[in-house]
């Protein structure tokens, strides 16, 4: 799947502006949980081209500087591709907006940001109890088996770490938007999902996301019920109908209904979804998880 990630690096950054927004709505919630203490490190799973690490860098240099203390970020992916665009971004000498806060704070000796290319279900490079925290953006719906990746969260973090874990519940994108288009163009029944969308879309429940944290899915017992808590945070953007024409032969999720002819994509979205100034509004509502490991 590492490949299909690849390619969807190069179109991702249009919808960064849409995730955006529920990154730093997770990000916000993290310094309420790490105190005042010095040396904070952080991990970043499943940190794609950027968006959700920036967020975080952002939030933390406001965290340090406020409290005197410094942090660490790691930023992990098994997409390559991902996180040398990601890097690209931080090294930059006319960054993005969103990039600026975290060169400053780096310079001012708050942050150190750093990538490893690592698969979320085995993060064996990582000593045990060595993070403070984790955050996952969008991300633990996809590896074959999100029960390892949340194993590797309980073994990674210290005593009283918490992972802040944020997941779909409703993507107007993905429910409607990719449903027509499958209908339209590949004979689909508009209820019938692909095998990788219907395994993902039950991430978005809080029950199950409960369950897997508790470890019920295979009976290791992890996570308290009273250390998790759920909110869900509503979110807009718009994008050109160019923007999801561009993502349907590169994202894992629509190439799973087989080739798409994107010329002929664009022109139907253009045609039925686009408003007066030819834009697509994508809206949807984020499960946030925070999972807090308990303090000895």
Not at 82 to 100: F, H, Q, Y
Request: glycine letters at 6%; aromatic letters at 8%; proline letters at 4%.
């Amino acid at each position: 799947m590492a490949s299909g990630w690849n390619k969807s690096a190069e179109a991702y950054r249009p919808f960064e502006v849409y995730t955006a927004q529920f990154t730093v709505a997770a990000a916000e919630g993290l310094p309420d949980f790490l105190g005042s203490k010095d040396g904070i490190l952080v991990m970043d799973v499943a940190a794609g081209t950027g968006a959700s690490t920036f967020a975080l860098c952002q939030r933390l240099a406001k965290h340090c500087r406020a409290n005197k203390t410094t942090a660490q970020v790691v930023a992990t992916d098994f997409s390559e591709a991902m996180l040398k665009s990601l890097m690209e971004k931080l090294n930059a000498s006319d960054p993005e907006e969103e990039v600026k806060s975290t060169q400053v704070a780096i310079k001012e000796g708050l942050l150190s940001v750093s990538a490893k290319v690592a698969d979320a279900q085995d993060l064996s490079a990582f000593a045990d109890e060595s993070l403070d925290a984790i955050t996952c953006t969008f991300g633990i719906m996809f590896p074959p088996s999100p029960s390892k990746v949340v194993r590797e969260f309980w073994r990674l973090l210290k005593p009283g770490g918490v992972v802040i874990t944020t997941t779909w519940h409703y993507n107007n994108m993905v429910s409607d938007t990719l449903s027509d288009l499958a209908y339209t163009f590949m004979g689909k029944d508009r209820f019938e999902d692909p095998p990788l969308l219907a395994s993902t879309m039950k991430f978005g429940t809080e029950m199950f996301m409960r369950r897997l944290f508790r470890g019920d899915l295979d009976g290791v017992k992890l996570f308290r019920d009273a250390d998790l808590e759920a909110r869900f945070v509503s979110g807009s953007a718009k994008c050109l109908p160019r923007h999801i024409a561009a993502m349907l032969n590169k994202n894992p999720v629509s190439t799973d209904y087989g080739t798409w002819d994107e010329a002929a994509a664009e022109k139907h979205l253009q045609e039925t979804l686009a408003d007066a100034d030819g834009q697509i509004k994508l809206h949807g509502t984020a499960l946030i998880l925070i999972a807090r490991k308990p303090a000895i």
